[in-house]
């Protein structure tokens, strides 16, 4: 089963407004991933928030962790066309010696 | 190499072949992942490999399906006796360590006919 679940499952938007994409999760965590993907094929790694920190940043990319919540969220700002694919959090478990775990993902469109 | 790269990009298979697939990850890295995308899916996990420890095989979805990891570096996924249910892109990961960022190849896209 999967350990991140994203919503929504689809995002349409205009160029220039911001995303957000939400992850919820179930079990512990050591850390939580988001990742990219164009056209059905590799994905990207966009940025990696481990379990004691709240908040980072990476260009217009803004995440969050709230571990009471067991929710994560991506903020893409001031979007632009070529932001259109899929986003997809991953889930490292606290433990073990991590395993990712996807969830089914994000699709957003950024219409010129 | 510069990144994770996977062999075949594409193969159609007829049912009941046996098919093998390539990953080489990128030097170094200790961990190495497959998944398996459906269309508009999200990754299923196959199986795991960290360093020297036992894989973990928890996900994959029958006997069916083999891998193996060679002297810590190239891995092979086997599927035997391949069904239309297979097809999906298989996608392999590497990372330098456990709690890293994986980087991904661009998969293969198996074709069961």
């Known amino acids: 089963s999967q350990q991140g679940e994203e919503d929504p499952q689809a995002l349409s938007i205009q160029e220039g407004e911001n995303a957000t994409m939400n992850c919820s999760y179930k079990?512990?965590?050591?850390?939580l991933q988001w990742y990219r993907q164009n056209s059905g094929r590799g994905l990207v790694h966009l940025i990696l928030i481990r379990s004691n920190e709240r908040e980072k940043h990476s260009g217009r990319l803004r995440v969050t962790l709230d571990t009471s919540k067991k929710s994560s969220s991506l903020l893409i700002t001031a979007s632009r066309a070529a932001d259109t694919a899929s986003y997809f959090c991953a889930t490292d478990p606290g433990g073990g010696y991590g395993k990712l775990t996807f969830g089914q993902g994000t699709i957003l469109t950024v219409h010129p | 190499g510069a990144g994770v790269s996977q062999s075949p990009s594409n193969k159609v298979t007829e049912k009941g072949k046996d098919v093998e697939l390539r990953c080489d990850p990128i030097?170094?890295?200790?961990?190495l992942y497959w998944y398996r995308q459906s269309l508009g899916q999200g990754l299923e996990f196959l199986i795991y490999?960290?360093?020297?420890?036992?894989?973990?095989k928890s996900g994959l979805p029958s006997d069916r399906f083999s891998a193996e990891r060679t002297g810590g570096s190239v891995s092979t996924l086997t599927i035997q006796r391949t069904q239309q249910e297979d097809s999906a892109v298989y996608l392999c990961?590497?990372?330098?360590?456990?709690?890293?960022?994986?980087?991904f190849g661009q998969g293969t896209r198996l074709t069961v006919v």
């Open positions: 079990t512990s965590i050591n850390n």
């Open positions: 490999f960290q360093g020297n420890s036992a894989p973990d």
């Open positions: 990961a590497s990372s330098l360590a456990t709690r890293t960022e994986a980087f």
């Open positions: 030097s170094g890295h200790t961990a």
